[in-house]
């Protein structure tokens, strides 16, 4: 029997990418999403829940699997109530990491962002690290927190600020070496094949910084 994944954030950037991997590997015989809105994708298998994912524990009995891969998250400019963004970035990807330690599942595997400190006094980066600690304190035995710098890609929504960062990122990439090479921005597709192989494969680390996700994504 093959493998059972659970995705949250499927209809978003990575998440969907991460989806197709999936689907087209033959290690995972089915793939449970959980979102508020339908993949729009018809194959066997997927098994899809759509649920309120502030509600996500009310679910407990159909969260179950072998691995559960974290897409989950918003933007200042999406979500610029602090409430709501703590309730996305960090109440979900907490939700899911205790219902995982609950249910035995052995592998947890968040997408969180480069700078995230529980310390920091960028309302942002505070959340994201908040979130790491609390995923981590639940010791999934095997637990991957991902920490990517600005994220590439194409997006249905309009994004000004993002998509500006975007650009410039192209001109200073190159300049980027040494110890500034964590912070050259990343693809989506980059993430989901690490997601990928972290759950298939042993390694050292629980947080995982920008240039070493490239690095296991290429292996």
């Known amino acids: 029997m093959g493998k059972t994944a659970i995705i949250l954030g499927a ?7 991460l989806l197709q991997q999936l689907l087209d590997d033959n290690r995972y015989d089915k793939i449970k999403l959980f979102s508020r809105s339908a993949c729009g994708i018809g194959n066997p298998k997927i098994e899809e829940h759509l649920v309120d994912l502030f509600e996500l524990k009310s679910h407990q009995e159909q969260f179950t699997g072998n691995v559960v891969f974290c897409c989950i998250g918003t933007t200042k400019a999406k979500t610029p109530d602090q409430e ?14 205790e219902m995982a330690k609950e ?18 006094k960028v309302f ?5 690290g908040r ?3 609390a995923v981590l304190a639940q010791q999934i035995s095997n637990t991957y927190v991902l920490q990517p710098s600005l994220i590439g890609g194409s997006r249905d929504e309009n994004r000004l600020g993002e998509k500006l960062a975007k650009i410039a990122m192209t001109v200073v990439n190159p300049f980027l070496i040494g110890s500034l090479a964590k ?10 094949k690490c997601m990928v192989f972290l759950d298939n494969n042993n390694y050292p680390d629980s947080r995982i910084l920008s240039d070493d996700i490239k690095h296991i994504a290429n292996q």
């Open 124 to 128: 942002y980066n505070r959340t994201k």
């Open 183 to 192: 912070y050259k921005s990343i693809q989506p597709e980059t993430i989901a």
């Open 11 to 17: 209809t978003g950037l990575t998440g969907g990418l």
């Open 103 to 120: 249910n035995g599942i052995k592998t947890y595997i968040v997408i969180s962002a480069l700078g995230a400190d529980k310390n920091s």
């Open 131 to 133: 979130m790491e600690e």
């Open 84 to 97: 709501t963004y703590l309730k996305i970035d960090y109440g979900i990807p907490v939700s899911a990491a």
